[in-house]
T-cell receptor, first 109, second 120 residues
Framework: GQSLEQPSEVTAVEGAIVQINCTYQ??????LSWYQQHDGGAPTFLSY????GLEETGRFSSFLSRSDSYGYLLLQELQMKDSASYFC??????????FGAGTTVTVRA | DTEVTQTPKHLVMGMTNKKSLKCEQH?????MYWYKQKAKKPPELMFV???????INESVPSRFSPECPNSSLLNLHLHALQPEDSALYLC???????????????????FGPGTRLTVL
């Protein structure tokens, strides 16, 4: 089976940097991705790592270390609109995504 | 067009009713998914269709019956549901991955807005 661990909540002020860690145990690994979900909204894809290293997409970056079964999502220059839930997800087969429990990010003025 | 549409947005049904949820995408994606999401929880995979064939059924009770009439449409037929089935039902689509690591197909899923289902 798969298990993913991420912090349940993070609070930060506007302009700050937040790092959301994700550790995983999985029987197969094809990639680690990150999704954002605002209250009442649908999950939206943010970033994906299949290989070790850092992927940067604007203010968001994602990192993967396959040897450590660990990744993180880095949110920079936090804005109020970044208040949302963030899920890490492991793909353990051609189609199966397993999501972590989610991290609620609250951005304060 | 990167949109996945779902109808209806809200559905209230009794335990003896039969209803259907509909999902549509026009991105040419050949993989489509149904997820169930309870409040404050992550999405849970229910079914995956790949090239219009059922690829994954995550041991979902038979009162949920998926159907993929063509490459753009996905339905979820509901019958004799229980109150604990009340949740947000999300449809998603993606390119197929072919099982290759490093090919991001199924990692990049496009979700519809969901149908909020209440079973009385």
């Amino acid at each position: 089976g798969q298990s993913l661990e991420q912090p349940s909540e993070v609070t930060a002020v506007e302009g700050a940097i937040v790092q959301i860690n994700c550790t995983y145990q999985t029987s197969g690994f094809y990639g680690l991705s990150w999704y954002q979900q605002h209250d009442g909204g649908a999950p939206t894809f943010l970033s994906y790592n299949a290989l070790d290293g850092l992927e940067e997409t604007g203010r968001f970056s994602s990192f993967l270390s396959r040897s450590d079964s660990y990744g993180y999502l880095l949110l920079q220059e936090l804005q109020m609109k970044d208040s949302a839930s963030y899920f890490c997800a492991v793909r353990s087969g051609p189609y199966k995504l397993s999501f972590g429990a989610g991290t609620t990010v609250t951005v304060r003025a | 067009d990167t949109e996945v549409t779902q109808t209806p947005k809200h559905l209230v049904m009794g335990m003896t009713n039969k209803k259907s949820l509909k999902c549509e995408q026009h991105m040419g994606h050949r993989a489509m998914y149904w997820y169930k999401q309870k409040a404050k929880k992550p999405p849970e995979l229910m079914f995956v269709y790949s090239y219009e064939k059922l690829s994954i059924n995550e041991s979902v009770p038979s009162r949920f019956s998926p159907e993929c009439p063509n490459s753009s449409l996905l339905n979820l037929h509901l019958h004799a549901l229980q109150p604990e089935d009340s949740a947000l039902y999300l449809c998603a689509s993606s390119q197929p991955s072919g099982g290759l690591a490093g090919a991001p197909g199924a990692d990049t899923q496009y979700f519809g807005p969901g149908t909020r289902l209440t079973v009385l």
